[in-house]
């Protein structure tokens, strides 16, 4: 499995190989779920949530999204599909 970093930034695939933005890697990479909802990473707050395997992460994001969009999320995979996130088993990744 590829680092918590290049998962939470992969931006495609080619092949076997996931492509991760490197710049925001660098910049964004070592924040916390809820650091990642405050500067505005969405995406990347649920990609985090989603590759640390924990309930209580998944709640937290679900909690802090609901809040600030207004809406009701209740699953996962409801999350899932809002932002285009799937835990795959990549080994690889090319970061630019």
């Known amino acids: 499995m590829i ?3 290049d998962f939470i930034f992969a931006i495609g695939f080619d092949g076997a ?6 710049r925001a890697k660098r910049e964004f990479g070592k924040l ?3 650091e990642l909802t405050e500067a ?3 995406r990347a707050a649920f990609a985090a949530a989603l590759w ?3 309930d209580e992460d998944i709640q937290e994001f679900r909690s802090l999204y609901n809040r600030a969009s207004g809406s009701d999320y209740k699953t ?3 999350l ?3 932002f ?3 835990k795959e088993e990549i080994a690889k990744a090319l970061v630019l």
Do not use: M, N, P, T
Not at 17 to 22: L, N, R, S, Y
């Open 3 to 5: 680092s918590r970093e």
């Open 17 to 22: 190989e996931a492509v991760v933005d490197g």
């Open 32 to 34: 916390s779920i809820r």
């Open 40 to 42: 505005g990473q969405w």
């Open 52 to 54: 640390s395997g924990k």
């Open 76 to 78: 996962v995979d409801e």
């Open 80 to 82: 899932k599909r809002l």
């Open 84 to 86: 285009g996130v799937q």
